[in-house]
């Protein structure tokens, strides 16, 4: 009867109720997707309530929708339709759908390939806390794929990220060090900072290579600034 009553008011314009029902379908749609509260995936049924939920609007059911579009998950793969519905769902703010589209525009995949774009996209998702996408924009302002090269640009993206966590930031920041770019050549910083990557699972081949130019006291002060920035960011 709830269902019912939502669904007369939001063919009646109630912007509350259109919103109600997009969420009520939209975690309907995970249950069967993912098989939650003892239902059995049915990815069928999923799909069709994704598809109620996205004609309310709601942005999760957009993004999750545009997710299988992507992947060719139970509908024909269809990068073009996936495009169409992260793009809804971002200009509502996942931030997910964000950092995708980001992805999309820079491989050219479902549009047109535009680098302008893509950092517009990431951008966004970046500055709302997303490290992969701060990540992505260290690497592309690093490379300078489609745009100047801004060393600058690139290093304080992947800050952003490394104080989360990311490891292949980290690992950026320790080549930066280790080539000079963008910053004066420094073995110290750059093992300080492959140190960190590898306490996160990163490959420490880096790490020891680095170590192989340094003296005994260098290394001893590199191993302690990780130590440090390490506790400081636990």
Not at 38 to 57: F, M, Q, R
Not at 88 to 111: D, F
Not at 159 to 187: I, P, W
């Amino acid at each position: 009867e709830a269902i019912s009553w939502y669904e007369k008011s939001a063919t009646k314009g109630y912007e509350e109720s259109q919103k109600a029902l997009g969420q009520f379908y939209s975690a309907l749609a995970m249950v069967y997707l993912h098989g939650l509260a003892g239902k059995p995936k049915n990815i069928e049924t999923a799909i069709n309530n994704l598809n109620k939920a996205v004609e309310y609007g709601d942005p999760e059911a957009q993004y999750n929708l545009a997710v299988l579009y992507a992947n060719g998950n139970g509908v024909e793969q269809n990068y073009e339709e996936a495009v169409r519905l992260y793009q809804l769902s971002a200009a509502q703010g996942v931030v997910q759908a964000q950092y995708n589209l980001g992805g999309l525009y820079l491989e050219g995949i479902g549009v047109d390939q535009n680098i302008k774009m893509a950092v517009d996209w990431y951008e966004k998702a970046a500055n709302n806390g997303y490290a992969q996408a701060q990540t992505n924009l260290g690497l592309i302002f690093s490379k300078g794929e489609g745009l100047l090269q801004d060393y600058e640009v690139a290093r304080a993206w992947f800050l952003k990220a490394a104080e989360q966590g990311e490891m292949v930031a980290q690992r950026e920041l320790s080549s930066m060090y280790l080539f000079g770019r963008g910053v004066s050549m420094d073995f110290v910083k750059a093992h300080m900072w492959a140190n960190i990557a590898a306490s996160n699972g990163y490959d420490i081949e880096q790490r020891d290579v680095i170590a192989e130019y340094m003296t005994p006291e260098e290394i001893s002060r590199a191993q302690k600034m990780a130590a440090e920035w390490v506790a400081e960011h636990q």
